[in-house]
């Protein structure tokens, strides 16, 4: 039977992901998960890895009731507490235009400084999530800072199978899954609708498209010369013009999740 192998989450957009042994989990994801962003102080525009690499070297921890603890070589270790709903700053993740809270001046100069240009933090409460992209999931379904749905599935399988067409083997950074799903056949996520991990059920939604990100190593940020693995995906995993690598999901429910339970395909 497969079985949850791995939960990883990730507290600010685009930085360094933290590997739990359980979680909380519901219908915006692991507890936590893409909660807090950096986005541009003048446009609003969310910045990520795509086009600032070294935000993948930004070290981030949940801490105490929910604020962000942000870490990086060089600079001193600041704790950032969640923002009064207050005072509200206009933001643009891909195609979404929404108020969400704002961090404050001791975060913007912190994290400006590190990305080398103004820019502020913020934070996304739950009454404030968006709706999942249009076209999938339900009425209710909602989703944070992360880019369209609240939680990613990728199996070791897949991974493997790729790291042999590659030619090595690949880091599962690379891809910044929530969940890593083992003893399954090489994207055997590919045929599920539902499965329930534990007690808990989920729909899959539809295959995540994948981009530039992935050829960035994620213990250096250097981009690999050859493009891969994304030039591998689009020679065999090309749909509709996008190299499909794993499967974004949403939870029906709230619970817990642990490495080791049992994964059952329910449809």
């Known amino acids: 039977m497969s079985s949850l192998a791995a939960l990883y989450r990730y507290p600010l957009k685009s930085a360094i992901g933290q590997s739990l042994q ?40 949940v ?93 070791q399988g897949s991974l493997d199978d790729l790291s042999a067409r590659v030619g090595r083997t690949l880091e599962m950074a690379r891809f910044r899954p929530n969940l890593v799903v083992q003893d399954s056949a090489a994207f055997a996520e590919d045929g599920w609708k539902r499965i329930r991990i534990g007690g808990l059920d989920f729909r899959v939604l539809k295959p995540c498209a994948r981009c530039i990100l992935t050829t960035l190593d994620p213990h250096t940020g250097e981009r690999s010369a050859d493009r891969e693995p994304l030039a591998t995906l689009k020679r065999y995993r090309q749909q509709d013009g996008h190299a499909m690598f794993g499967q974004n999901l949403v939870c029906d429910g709230a619970g817990v999740l642990e490495v080791g339970m049992p994964i059952t395909v329910l449809e």
Do not use: C, H
């Open 63 to 155: 801490g105490e009731d929910a604020g962000l603890r942000l870490s990086a070589s060089g600079y001193p270790e600041l704790n950032v507490a969640v923002p009064e709903s207050g005072e509200l700053r206009g933001v643009t993740l891909w195609n979404d235009s929404f108020r969400v809270p704002d961090a404050g001046e001791e975060a913007a100069r912190w994290v400006s400084d590190f990305v080398g240009k103004p820019t502020r933090l913020v934070y996304v409460p739950t009454e404030r999530a968006r709706t999942v992209s249009a076209g999938y999931g339900e009425g209710g379904d909602k989703v944070a800072f992360a880019d369209g749905f609240p939680l990613l599935l990728i199996g």
């Open 22 to 61: 359980q979680s909380p989990v519901d219908g915006l994801g692991l507890l936590g998960d893409r909660r807090w962003m950096l986005v541009d102080a003048q446009s609003g525009r969310f910045l990520s890895q795509r086009a600032d690499p070294r935000l993948g070297q930004l070290g981030t921890q």
